[in-house]
């Protein structure tokens, strides 16, 4: 009999790194791999990303609304209950022997209390991790305590999973799934970069991702976010891309300000909802900076070299490689730590390989095959 294995996607950032674990369950016939969208991927607002996921040849089994039109906490609040509604129908219905579930974002904990109620076994991706800016830090570990096998992507990771009161024997170290894609994904030029995006070839480019800190104010998250906006174009003559804010509170304030900006700076400063993962990853290889609060700096980046500004506390407890300038939220450490950067010529670093060396999408399917495929 055919093992179901369920993934379960909510985000555009999240799909790019289960893609490579998803092609490796499609490719053995052993699985019948199910796909499970909700979150972002179904809203116009965040580009219809789940279009993305059938371009990427997968076919998706349900689509589980539940984005309602708010970006307050309530608002996030009542979504999260109508995830958990629709999760139940999808999951009765497609009946899957595990879900697949990666990372940290709120609407895991809708998708995998139900899958806990229903008895689905839950596999988790990415946790032991640290965040200590965001509320994800919670959702991590409770879903951590909720699933019945681990695979995060460091051997210090997998310490904390320990120290949580998770067996060993529940931890399988693998890797980022995420630096797959380095190895599989093949990347676009910078003259087909330059001419997707209408950047100037000769320019240097800076690729901007700031989502809110969900345990401060959107507000305050809106003000830090002006402020860095305002030095990259006053303290560099680079073009830069900005790419949409997650589905958080605050979130769409985030945005707004992005396209406000986009249109009064349209020769240096272009926004887009989703680049999708092919030219996410592409734009960063011939960045020469990233700045923001995303974890793809902190995880991706290092593997290129490139030089990473990494704003606050929201990637506050990961480790962080050689390329990386934290610096905190005042406009005076971001103005000194781009001056820094900008003077030194945006510096290209040896590659880290730190989070794993891109086969971790195969050592997991390798891993629920051992596991969970019926003899």
Known sequence: MITKACIITASRSEYGLLRWVMEAIQDDPSFNLQVIVTGAHL????????????????RIDAKVEMLVSSDTATGVAKSMGLCAIGMSDALMRLAPDFIVVLGD???LLPVCSTALLMRIPIVHISGGDVTEGAIDNEVRNAVSQ????????????????????IARDRIVVVGEPGLDAFRKLPLLSRSEISQRLGLNISDKWILLT???????KPEENLAVLKILVQELLEGTSAQIVA???????????????LEEISSKERARFKVSKSLGQQMYLSLMKESAMIAGNSSSGIVEAPLLGISVLNIGDRQKGRHLCSNILSCSYTRQEIHEAISSLAKNGFPKHEPDYYYGD???GE????ELKALYVKR
């Open 43 to 58: 809203s116009s607002e965040y580009g219809l990303t789940y279009r993305e996921i059938e371009k990427d040849g997968f």
């Open 105 to 107: 974002r709120y609407e």
């Open 146 to 165: 909720m699933a019945s096998l681990h695979f995060p992507g460091t051997e210090e990771s997998a310490k904390r999973l320990e120290k949580m009161g």
């Open 210 to 216: 700031y989502h809110p800190e969900t345990r401060k």
């Open 243 to 257: 790419t949409y804010a997650n589905a958080d509170e605050g979130g769409r304030m985030i945005n707004a300000y």
């Open 358 to 360: 891109g086969h971790a």
């Open 363 to 366: 050592r997991i399917a390798s």
